[in-house]
């Protein structure tokens, strides 16, 4: 799967395209190519290897033999070179000693089908084509989808679909096709206008109409992010983990149309769109790597945040989502609500301009408007407001965020931050109560309860929301919803077999009678959550179980080419055993890209305040993957470097002047 959003491109590892499942080149989650067939002299070659190089391309190699009674040598090597954005590289090479007469042939074909209807097998029937230019092209209702091929093809027969070229090749000779796609819409276009008497112009009866090409220049819109940033040290899978998280990244950046901001897409292939929960968690998770990538998703969520009278001012849209099979749909909007405020304040303590958080600061303060009177005199915020059940991680979220805001409007000026914080102290005795911990209840939270008071005790790995507490100024983190003891009970239930599967948290226990190892929410393992306990637990001073489940998503990870999915099953860990792909899950995903990146800097545990000038590194004494080291982080939009001995003490190498490192 070869992604540079909203640009994908899916195939089997043999690289041939037969409109096969998922197979084909989309854009904006339309299949613009289905079926791109190699024949050489009527036969397809043998494939020989499949692999992605980088997160937009796939190179796929093959060979053929010339004739029968040749021997066993093949005698032609076919190099495809695949790229996300449309295009297709193939050279020909005759490996053989003799001169060849080759027919090359291209089967080309498209149903333009949507992603969602391939996905549930509805995709419908491949479409008639037309020569189009030096190839072909395909219709339905206003899109046209073409290739065309360079150089111009001998052959060109639309009823089959058919590129054909003819090539006489001596020894060693190489030929190459370089095929593009394209996805164009007619829109409609001014006629031109009829004289009448006098010489006035009247409006045409007819409207003409062109074709507009769909695709996005996005190489020009979306630049590389974190260039230069790198991660190594004594475990190889660091460096590995770390460079295709940043790959993947890069590959799901879009810009917002109207501006230069960026954001991170979900995922590929169900998702290449902005989603704002998700959106926004990837960016506070690559905060390390700069502050460009939180501001660009906080103006973009900013310009679409609900206004004017009623209960829904301030709060950001967003889905309704399945929960699981216990509690009823969430609300993603909630999320992204709840996840803004935090996300600047975090933003301004790793170095984003004064300037930038001040025009972020109104959209924050209404996210947090929102939030109290969702609340109202219960002290618990409802998920979807204003009449759902009260989700034991959404007060999680809450509870941080008035305290994270707290703190930005202060730094800024504002008088409301002791407003937040007494709030945030009357949710923290409420949840003790409402939520409260005691052997009826496991020694965990309660995982939902609902409005007329009745309690779901199910054991799912949301509740690592509550490790979540956030970054505080001075280096610190945030105080939680948790006290010391409950936080360590916590800490025990996750490392229960039931949670962690040694490949990472389920989402569900295994032991619940409706546990599904492939469900969303029902047992699968979603890596969001697993990082999160990860960095959760190390700032609680857990550094052992912090470790243990880091190996476990590190393994899962390799057994996934280091490119982690979105959620995976993962059976009770044992010899020889492996996670499972669920064919569902984005792959990549940018939780989960993210979300690695996140993994590994837990390890050095840098807490910056910029505006106060100081910069903690807090390393994990364990040191669970031997030394390890960071170079190009980005702190107030400059260099940082620091890496972690065996022994677990960590060292500053590089860093911004008028800022003052303090090593714990």
């Known amino acids: 799967m070869c992604v540079a959003a909203p640009h994908l491109a899916v195939s089997a590892e043999h690289g041939q395209l037969n409109g096969e499942g998922m197979e084909g080149y989309y854009y904006s989650g339309r299949r613009v190519v289905s ?13 020989l290897l499949g692999r992605m190089v980088g997160a937009t391309q796939a190179r796929f190699t093959a060979t053929a033999p010339t004739t029968v009674g040749s021997g066993p040598d093949p005698a032609i090597l076919v190099d495809r070179l695949r790229s996300a954005e ?3 590289r193939i050279t020909v090479r005759n490996t053989g000693g003799r001169p060849l007469r080759l027919p090359f042939e291209l089967r080309l074909g498209t149903d333009l089908a949507e992603i969602a209807s391939i996905a549930v097998g509805r995709a419908g029937e491949e479409l008639p084509a037309s020569v189009h230019g030096s190839g072909l092209s395909w219709s339905a209702a206003d899109l046209r989808a073409s290739v065309t091929a360079e150089p111009q093809p001998d052959t060109s027969l639309a009823q089959l679909g058919l590129l054909r070229w003819d090539w006489e090749m001596p020894p060693g000779s190489e030929r190459t096709v370089l095929l593009r796609t394209d996805l164009s819409r007619s829109v409609p276009r001014p006629a031109r206008g009829k004289k009448r008497r006098g010489g006035t112009k009247v409006k045409g009866s007819k409207t003409a109409t062109g074709p507009v090409s769909c695709y996005a220049h996005r190489a020009a819109n979306t630049p590389e992010l974190w260039r230069g940033a790198r991660a190594d040290g004594d475990d190889d899978r660091v460096s590995a983990l770390f460079r295709t998280a940043l790959d993947d990244a890069n590959a799901l950046l879009m810009s917002d149309p109207a501006s230069s901001d960026l954001h991170l897409v979900a995922g590929a292939p169900w998702r290449c769109a902005l989603a704002p929960a998700e959106s926004l968690r990837a960016a506070r998770m690559l905060l390390p790597l700069g502050t460009r990538l939180a501001a660009g998703t906080l103006r973009t969520l900013a310009r679409g945040q609900l206004t004017g009278p009623g209960p829904d001012a301030g709060r950001l849209p967003g889905a309704v989502r399945h929960a699981g ?13 709840l996840l803004f405020p935090a996300v600047l304040a975090e933003a301004r303590l790793w170095g984003l301009p004064e300037v930038e958080t001040e025009q972020l600061l109104p959209a924050a303060e209404r996210c947090l408007t929102w939030m109290l009177h969702a609340a109202g005199e219960d002290m618990l915020v409802p998920d979807p407001a204003p009449d759902g059940p009260y989700r034991c991680e959404v007060q999680a979220s809450a509870h941080r965020a008035a305290l994270l805001g707290a703190g930005l409007l202060e730094a800024c000026g504002s008088d409301r931050g002791a407003e937040l914080r007494d709030w945030a102290d009357a949710l923290r005795r409420t949840f003790q109560s409402e939520f409260r911990y005691g052997e009826d209840t496991g020694a965990v939270p309660v995982a939902v309860r609902t409005r007329g008071g009745d309690v779901l005790r199910h054991v799912s790995s949301a509740a690592v929301e509550l490790l979540d507490t956030g970054l505080a100024g001075g280096g610190s983190s945030a105080v939680g919803l948790l006290t010391a003891e409950q936080t360590a009970q916590l800490c025990r239930h996750l490392e229960s077999q039931a949670l962690d599967s040694g490949w990472g948290l389920r ?4 032991d619940d009678d409706r546990y599904n190892p492939f469900g969303h929410r029902g047992g699968a393992v979603r890596v969001q959550e697993s990082v999160i306990a990860v960095s959760g637990l190390a700032a609680a001073g857990h550094e052992r179980a912090a470790g243990s489940l880091l190996h476990g998503v590190l393994d899962a990870a390799a ?7 979105e959620m995976y099953a993962a059976p009770q860990r044992s010899a020889g055993g492996v996670p499972l792909p669920h064919p569902a899950a984005c792959r990549p995903a940018a939780t989960s890209a993210a979300g690695s990146v996140h993994l590994l800097a837990a390890l050095a545990g840098v807490r910056p305040d910029v505006p106060a000038g100081t910069v903690t590194v807090r390393p994990l004494k364990t040191a669970p993957l031997g030394a390890v080291r960071f170079a190009g982080l980005r702190l107030s939009g400059t260099p940082f470097s620091v890496r972690v001995g065996s022994d677990g003490e960590g060292e500053v190498d590089e860093i911004a002047d008028g800022l003052r490192v303090v090593v714990s």
Do not use: D, M, N
């Not at 079926?35 to 036969?43: E, H, N, P, V």
């Not at 099979?325 to 609500?337: D, F, R, W």
């Open 325 to 337: 099979p216990y509690a009823p749909p969430s609300c993603s909007g909630t999320e992204a609500t």
């Open 86 to 88: 449309g295009t297709e």
């Open 35 to 47: 079926r791109c067939r190699i024949l050489l002299g009527g036969r397809e070659p043998l494939p």
């Open 559 to 565: 057994s996934f080419g280091f490119r982690l999915p």
């Open 507 to 510: 989402s569900l226990g295994a």
